[in-house]
C-alpha cells in the first residue's frame, strides 16, 4: 500500500489541555510525486531525438563549404539544441536529487584539492577578465557526495564569473568557524535587489533572462545548489547589493567536518 503521510503539529494551549491537529497531507505527497517522475521521464524521453537532431546537424556543418549561406543557421540550430541539452541534463540532475532512493554511502570529498583544479577552469572561463583569490584550509575535507558536491562548488563559481563585469574580483573561501564548514563565494559583480533573493533557487527563476541565457545559464543551476545542501543537511545563505555584489555562502553542519 501506499504509506500514509500526517503532518502533525502539537499547540499547547493551555496548561492541562493540549490541542493536536492530524492533516492527512497523502494527496499532496502523492501530487508531488507524480510531479517529479514527469519531469524525470519527459526529460529522459527528449534525451535521445535531441542526441539525433544533433548529430545531424553536425554532420550538415561539416558537409557546407565556407561561404555557404547555411553556415550560419546551422550554427544557430546546433547552439540551440546544445542550450537544449544543458537544460535537459539540469532536470535530470534536479529529479535525481530529489528522488529520496538515490542515496549511495557519503564520503570523505577533499574539497580543498578540487577547489584547486577548478581555479584553473574558472581562470579559463573568465578569459582573464577577473582577478581570483581562493582562500582554503587544506585540513579541512567534508563528508558527502562527491560528484554533487563539485556540481555545487562549479555553479557558484561560474555564476560570480558570470554576472561579474571586466575587471572584477572573485574570492573562493573553504574554512572552518564554530558553526562548521562553509563554502564561499564572494564577487564585485552586478549583485540581485532585494526582493529577489528569496527567490533565485526556484527552478527557472532569473533576474535577467536575457543575460542568463547569453552566458550560457538553464536558470537550474541553484535550484540544483539548494537540493544537493538539502541532502548535505547545508544551507545557502545569499547576501547582495545591487551594484556592488554578491556572497553565496554553503553552511554545513559540524557533524560533516572531516579533519
Ligand atoms: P542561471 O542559469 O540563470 O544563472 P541560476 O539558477 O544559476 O540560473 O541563477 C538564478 C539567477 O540568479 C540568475 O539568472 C541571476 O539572475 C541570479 N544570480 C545568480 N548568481 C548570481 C551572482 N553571483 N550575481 C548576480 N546574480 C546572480
Known amino acids: 500500500g501506499i504509506p500514509?503521510?500526517?503532518n502533525l503539529k502539537l499547540f499547547p494551549y493551555?496548561?492541562?489541555h493540549k490541542l493536536l491537529i492530524v492533516k492527512d497531507i497523502h494527496e499532496l505527497y502523492n501530487l508531488a510525486q507524480i510531479r517529479r517522475d514527469f519531469i524525470a521521464n519527459a526529460s529522459h524521453e527528449l534525451r535521445t531525438p535531441l542526441t539525433v537532431l544533433?548529430?545531424?546537424i553536425e554532420v550538415m556543418m561539416d558537409g557546407q563549404e565556407p561561404d555557404s549561406m547555411w553556415v550560419k543557421p546551422l550554427e544557430q540550430m546546433h547552439n540551440q539544441s546544445e542550450r537544449m541539452q544543458s537544460i535537459i541534463n539540469d532536470l535530470l540532475?534536479?529529479?535525481a536529487m530529489e528522488s529520496e532512493t538515490l542515496v549511495g554511502k557519503e564520503k570523505t570529498v577533499p574539497i580543498?584539492?578540487?577547489?584547486?583544479k577548478m581555479e584553473q577552469d574558472a581562470?579559463?572561463?573568465s578569459q582573464g577578465k577577473h582577478s581570483f583569490r581562493f582562500e582554503l584550509d587544506e585540513s579541512l575535507a567534508l563528508k558527502g557526495y562527491e560528484e554533487p558536491l563539485k556540481s555545487v562548488l562549479m555553479n557558484l563559481i561560474s555564476n560570480a564569473i558570470r554576472y561579474t563585469p571586466e575587471g572584477g574580483q572573485i574570492t573562493v573561501r573553504w574554512y572552518e568557524d564554530a558553526k562548521g564548514p562553509h563554502f564561499q563565494v564572494d564577487d564585485t559583480g552586478i549583485g540581485i535587489s532585494q526582493e529577489h533573493i528569496s527567490r533565485l533557487t526556484e527552478r527557472f527563476y532569473r533576474v535577467d533572462t536575457a543575460r542568463s541565457r547569453d552566458t550560457g545559464g538553464t536558470g537550474l543551476g541553484l535550484a540544483i545548489v539548494k537540493h544537493i545542501l538539502e541532502r548535505h543537511d547545508a544551507k545557502l545563505v545569499i547576501?547582495?547589493?545591487l551594484g556592488k555584489g554578491s556572497s553565496f555562502r554553503c553552511d554545513f553542519p559540524r557533524s560533516k567536518a572531516v579533519h
Open 14 to 16: 493551555f496548561q492541562e
Open 239 to 241: 547576501k547582495s547589493q
Open 93 to 95: 540532475t534536479l529529479s
Open 123 to 125: 581562470t579559463q572561463m
Open 112 to 116: 580543498a584539492p578540487i577547489l584547486k
Open 4 to 6: 500514509r503521510v500526517f
Open 54 to 56: 544533433n548529430g545531424y
